[in-house]
């Protein structure tokens, strides 16, 4: 659950403004001292909680909102647009030069990301129908460049590097000139990371950055890091005039102060966050969704995005033929499962249904290790069990349960579902052919 105790704590408080038919300032002033309490837990920079808190309390007086019908509603409009303002109002798309290569300079600390981002990238970019390489530029520890070499694999991205003796600056350059005459319409210069700021460091960036002309210099931050995130990307920005923010591991227990204070204290937008370590996982930044998921409002287009991406349209179809007729089997349940797991977490994915906020997701109890259990129950079966549940004897349950370390009433359980499933699909069948009635609206 993205920031979950900022999140639970900021519906709560909001919660209390909700459906009240008439809300006094003194009303509002005890809410937002609440939402000023949990902005500041979350490692909100104090300045920008400061200015959050009087600009949504200058919106709700100044406009007739505590007269209105339904002020509740109001203020939380106003919360979540200044939320949405707060971080950056738009998502901030990528620049591609006018004349390829395009150049993207990733800089961070080390352990931020930036090596897995990197990759995420160019995988990103690769789906877009881009070209990319990936330039190894770390030449001091001696595993960055062989760890850039295994992520340009998996997804597939040619990786460039000149060995660990030669100067950063200088391969760089030979990275570009090596794309330019490959056809790379877009170079992605991995450098190096250290654990604190350090000022060789900076400046061999620095003169990266100047021989290289990039068109994006992308910093790297651990949003887990909360405030010094930003501290961080003050000195980067300072130092380079980066173009954007990659926020990273925000899948983890981040409390949501990086991603609350970086545009508001260097004015740069955040342009991606990294979701998790697999190389999939790295999605564009959308604030107004972000500011909604926030509120426990939900991300609809965010989760028709999801599924678009994770499902499969052939086998959908196919599917919602074979629900039609009932004469779907447990192998396409097990199909669905693993198209489901490709969203991610399924609490993430709940979480981006509207109303269902962090409090509604503790009450649902989601249950990961269930669709473990499931999916392990029907890998078990034989193919033939699987199409014609109805041969399983009680020999076939003991066996099944054995083979996937369940409990054989877990196999009764998933058999019974399916069954009634089955059923009720029969019966919502027979119903849909029943002609409709011509009536007098018709
Ligand atoms: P670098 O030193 O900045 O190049 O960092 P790496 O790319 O080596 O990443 C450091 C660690 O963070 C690795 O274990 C990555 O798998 C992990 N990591 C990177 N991005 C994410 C993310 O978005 N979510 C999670 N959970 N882990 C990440």
Redesign the pocket.
């Known amino acids: 659950m993205i920031f979950e105790s900022l999140s639970e704590k900021l519906q709560n408080s909001l919660d209390k403004l909700r459906g009240k038919g008439k809300i006094t300032e003194k009303d509002l002033d005890l809410a937002l001292r609440e939402v000023r309490l949990a902005l500041l837990e979350a490692d909100v920079n104090y300045k920008v909680v400061k200015d959050f808190i009087s600009d949504i309390k200058a919106r709700a007086l100044g406009s007739e909102v505590l007269e209105s019908l339904n002020p509740g509603q109001q203020v939380i409009k106003i919360v979540y647009d200044e939320l949405t303002n707060l971080m950056g109002e738009k998502e901030e798309k990528l620049n591609f030069s006018s004349k390829p290569p395009t150049i993207i300079l990733m800089c ?1 600390l ?8 990197s990759g995420k990238l160019a995988f990103n970019l690769k789906k877009q129908n881009k070209r990319p390489l990936l330039v190894a530029c770390d030449v001091y520890r001696p595993a960055a460049i062989k ?1 850039l070499e295994v992520v340009g694999e998996k997804v597939g991205v040619p990786v460039f590097s000149m060995g660990t003796n030669v100067n950063p600056v200088d391969i760089a350059k030979a990275g570009i000139e090596h794309a330019t005459k490959n056809g790379n319409d877009v170079v992605i210069i991995d450098t190096a ?1 250290r654990l604190h700021i350090d000022t060789d460091l900076m400046e061999e960036i620095f003169t990266i950055k100047n021989v290289t002309n990039p068109n994006e210099i992308l910093l ?1 931050l651990d949003a887990m890091t909360g405030q010094d995130a930003v501290n961080v990307a003050e000195t980067f920005n300072e130092k380079l005039d980066i173009t954007g923010v990659v926020l ?5 227990d981040a409390r949501g102060g990086a991603a609350l204070s970086l545009r508001s204290v260097t004015h740069k937008p955040i342009k991606f966050v ?4 697999k190389l999939d ?1 790295l999605e564009p930044f959308y604030p107004d969704r972000m500011a909604s998921r926030i509120l426990g409002m939900g991300d609809v287009l965010g989760l028709i995005e999801k599924a678009q991406a994770s499902f499969d349209e052939k086998k959908a179809l196919e599917l919602e033929k074979k629900m039609r007729n009932a004469s779907f089997t447990l192998d396409d349940f097990l199909d669905q499962l693993e198209q489901m797991k490709n969203m991610g977490p399924l609490s993430e994915v709940l979480e981006m249904i509207p109303g269902i906020g962090s409090k509604q997701l503790k009450g649902l109890n989601v249950d990961e290790k269930e669709l473990v259990k499931i999916e392990a129950i029907i890998k078990s079966m034989t193919k033939k069990e699987r199409s014609n549940p109805d041969i399983i004897d009680s020999s076939r349950r003991q066996r099944i349960a054995k083979g996937s370390g369940t409990s054989i009433q877990d196999v009764n359980k998933l058999l019974k579902q399916f069954k009634e499933t089955k059923k009720l699909m029969k019966k919502f069948n027979e119903f849909s052919k029943v002609p409709k009635k011509k009536g007098k609206f018709q």
Do not use: L
Request: proline share 0%; no cysteine; aromatic share 0%.
């Open positions: 961070g080390q352990g931020s990301g930036k090596t897995t981002t760890q990371g790297v990273t591991k925000m899948d983890g990294g979701m998790g370590e996982q």
